[in-house]
C-alpha cells in the first residue's frame, strides 16, 4: 500500500514563502505528481504537476509564485510557495498517479497577517 505522506504546512504573514514536501512510501515512481488544493467551501483545484520528465504545469493564479520539482531518488515531490497571498489558504493535497492514482492526508496552509 502507496501512502504520500505531506509536511510543511502551517500559518505564514502575506508575501511570506512555505515549502511543501509530500514523500511516497514504496520503490514506485510515479510518472505524474502534483498539488491540488481546497479553501473552505471551494471545489479541489490543481496547483501544479510535474511529470518524470520534468514537465511542468501551473494555475494561473500561482504562475511565477509557485514552483513544483520532484526528486526520483527520494520518491519526493516538492511545492515551493513564494509571495503568498490569503487566497492561497487552503488544504493542500498531494497527487500521484502510474498504473494508479493515489492522495496524501493533506496539509493545512493559512495565509493571515
Known amino acids: 500500500q502507496v501512502q504520500l505522506v505531506e509536511s510543511g504546512g502551517g500559518l505564514v504573514q502575506p508575501g511570506g514563502s512555505l515549502r511543501l514536501s509530500c514523500a511516497a512510501s514504496?520503490?514506485?515512481?510515479?510518472?505524474?505528481m502534483g498539488w491540488y488544493r481546497q479553501a473552505p467551501g471551494k471545489q479541489r483545484e490543481l496547483v501544479a504537476t510535474?511529470?518524470?520528465?520534468?514537465?511542468?504545469n501551473y494555475a494561473d493564479s500561482v504562475k511565477g509564485r509557485f514552483t513544483i520539482s520532484r526528486d526520483d531518488a527520494k520518491n519526493t515531490v516538492y511545492l515551493q510557495m513564494n509571495s503568498l497571498k490569503p487566497e492561497d489558504t487552503a488544504v493542500y493535497y498531494c497527487?500521484?498517479?502510474?498504473?494508479?492514482?493515489?492522495w496524501g492526508q493533506g496539509t493545512r496552509v493559512t495565509v493571515s497577517s
Open positions: 514504496g520503490s514506485i515512481l510515479f510518472n505524474f
Open positions: 497527487y500521484a498517479a502510474g498504473a494508479f492514482s493515489f
Open positions: 510535474i511529470t518524470r520528465g520534468g514537465s511542468t
